[in-house]
């Protein structure tokens, strides 16, 4: 099972009760494709880049996931058949092979030359 970042955006003129319906209705889509939702987070209402189906705002949420695969192209074609998400992506996430950079404990700045201003 892989991790993956699921985000989901909505349309933001639906009613709270809806939006509510919609939550409940991908979460029990997720655990049904045998994925864990390890956390959600609601990112509000933001300005889209380009619009989308003639919105110019979306109701952003992430989702953390741990999922197989093939649970991927399953929630690809629910996310496609609810007409309230305006778009939808999946990123996988995958460990660093280095590890943390080093921060240095003090950075030491030459002296400039010349007078202060």
């Known amino acids: 099972?892989?991790?993956y970042e699921n985000i989901v955006v909505i349309n933001p003129d639906c009613t709270k009760e809806e939006e509510?319906?919609?939550?409940?209705?991908?979460?029990?889509?997720?655990?049904?494709?045998g994925a864990?939702?390890?956390?959600?987070?609601?990112?509000?209402?933001?300005k889209l880049a380009y619009p989308i189906k003639k919105k110019d705002k979306?109701?952003?949420?992430?989702?953390?996931?741990?999922?197989?695969?093939e649970s991927v192209a399953s929630l690809n074609k629910f996310y496609r058949t609810v007409d309230l998400i305006l778009r939808h992506m999946f990123?996988?996430?995958?460990e660093s092979k280095k590890g943390?950079?080093?921060?240095?404990e003090q950075v030491v700045f030459d002296e400039l030359e010349g007078e202060p201003a």
């Open 91 to 94: 990123v996988a996430v995958t």
């Open 20 to 33: 509510e319906d919609l939550m409940k209705r991908i979460t029990a889509n997720i655990e049904k494709n």
């Open 1 to 3: 099972m892989g991790r």
């Open 100 to 104: 943390p950079e080093k921060v240095p």
């Open 58 to 69: 979306g109701h952003y949420f992430f989702f953390l996931l741990e999922m197989a695969e």
């Open 36 to 46: 864990t939702i390890v956390k959600i987070d609601d990112w509000a209402v933001r």
